[in-house]
């Protein structure tokens, strides 16, 4: 199944201590370190050569933890935006487009750029690996993650909330080594995270990491690498919708290797990350200048995220305060957490189709839609180089041309299960 393929070459590092170590198969903490910090990837090659498009995601492979590729991905696409662009009179917008749209040569089927952590993740894990991969996910995550390990016959236990269900489309059925359990309804993402921990605390699973998993975060760095490989210059902003602020690290750490490569420029790109009013925990945190994240009563949580229209966005637990996470990303490179609401939210969305000609993602729509008052508040400049990162699309024109399935959970869980029950349904269907 995965082509000829040389390993990439790389050593980890923890970000507190700079000490570098092996990858042990699934690293995913600092050996012997006490401090929460994150691990990053560093590889031997310093400048990245880029193949062409034909081996999808995998033309970034320099750059990817991984000694294998899979089957069935695409790469970001980046393009210079006329539409959108000449509407609010920049001149340097660049999209990077990470879902349907095979008329500009990307093809994400599951229609997010999740694919590109789920391609990743699956390129990192070893092929003798029995253990079966236990993913958390609000939705878009689970979609990619289902499709890659079905079509890769990599075994895998999904963990989502019930009222986000809906987001278990897909275009071919998905393959029985995909197993997907839920939380039920009126439950979220963390009740979905802590049933997670809990198989993961019994034998034969292994957690996907989150944050922590360096191929997660170096595949959604692809999104970076495609932008600065088509415009040939790290940008001045880069716009983004944050849930947990995974891709916006990811972001930053693309823009330090790609300093490091020494062809593209020496600047930082100011992080310009976003939030759907009115769940906004990582905004709060910015704005208080706190590493922690502001206490939030569960309930209060639970109702907010009931009200956004970006689900996706609605991580209580980001990886904001860890040592080489969100909190230090922005503060290193600059950048502000943004707002923006249901209507405008869904007035940015409209806009971007009418004028980009490709239907986004509603947590898409919502960094669209602080790019737009960030242009009109005078934020951004006429000229400065800005990336908006379309992290999800094309899944309207994705249900218009294909049939739908939907993938049924094999059980439905209480909201804070006990071990013991989680033990006994597993056992069950693994
Ligand atoms: C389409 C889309 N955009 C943005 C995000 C937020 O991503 P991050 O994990 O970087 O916060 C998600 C997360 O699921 C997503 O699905």
């Not at 508040?377 to 994705?398: A, C, P, R």
């Amino acid at each position: 199944m995965s082509k000829e393929f040389k390993p990439t070459e790389y050593k980890l590092q923890s970000v507190n201590t700079s000490k570098q170590f092996d990858d042990a198969g699934w690293t995913l903490d600092a050996p012997d370190e006490k401090e929460h910090t994150l691990i990053r990837a560093i590889y031997a090659k310093k400048q990245i050569e880029v193949k062409d498009e034909t081996h999808g995601i995998y033309r970034f492979a320099d750059w990817l933890p991984i000694h294998k590729t899979l089957e069935g991905s695409s790469a970001p696409v980046t393009y210079k935006s006329e539409g959108l662009a000449k509407h609010l009179g920049l001149s340097n917008l660049y999209i990077t487009f990470s879902g349907y749209w095979p008329e500009k040569g990307a093809n994400f089927v599951t229609g997010s750029f999740k694919e590109t952590e789920a391609f990743s993740v699956g390129g990192r894990l070893n092929s003798n690996e029995k253990k079966v991969l236990v993913v958390a996910s609000a939705g878009n995550t689970a979609r990619a993650f289902a499709r890659v390990c079905s079509d890769n016959d990599i075994p895998l236990l999904l963990c989502v909330p019930e009222d986000n269900l809906n987001a278990l489309w897909f275009g071919t059925a998905i393959k029985d080594c995909v197993k997907l359990v839920v939380t039920k309804s009126g439950s979220d993402y963390f009740d979905a995270i802590h049933l997670s921990n809990l198989a993961c605390q019994l034998d034969g699973f292994i957690p996907e990491g989150g944050a922590k998993n360096v191929a997660r975060r170096d595949g959604m760095a692809t999104t970076v690498l495609s932008a600065v490989h088509e415009i040939g210059k790290i940008p001045d902003y880069y716009f983004q919708a944050v849930g947990s602020g995974t891709g916006a690290i990811a972001a930053w750490e693309a823009n330090i290797r790609l300093i490091e490569d020494g062809r593209f420029g020496n600047n930082k790109m100011k992080l310009m990350v976003s939030q759907n009013e009115p769940f906004v925990p990582i905004h709060d945190a910015w704005k208080a200048d706190s590493r922690a994240m502001l206490p939030l009563e569960d309930n209060l949580a639970r109702n907010q995220v009931e009200e956004i229209i970006a689900k996706v966005l609605s991580n209580r637990k980001p990886p904001y305060p860890i040592i080489g996470g969100l909190y230090d990303a922005m503060k290193d490179a600059g950048g502000d957490v943004l707002l923006a609401n249901n209507d405008e939210l869904e007035v940015a969305g409209k806009l971007f189709e009418e004028l980009e000609g490709n239907d986004i993602h509603p947590a898409a729509a919502v960094a669209t839609s602080t790019l737009i008052k960030a242009v009109n508040d005078g934020t951004v400049k006429k000229d400065d180089l800005i990336m908006l990162n379309i992290t999800g699309g094309g899944e309207e024109k994705f249900k218009r041309e294909n049939d739908i399935i939907y993938l049924k959970p094999k059980h439905v869980f209480d909201i804070t299960p006990d071990v013991e029950t989680v033990k006994d349904i597993l056992d069950k269907l693994f």
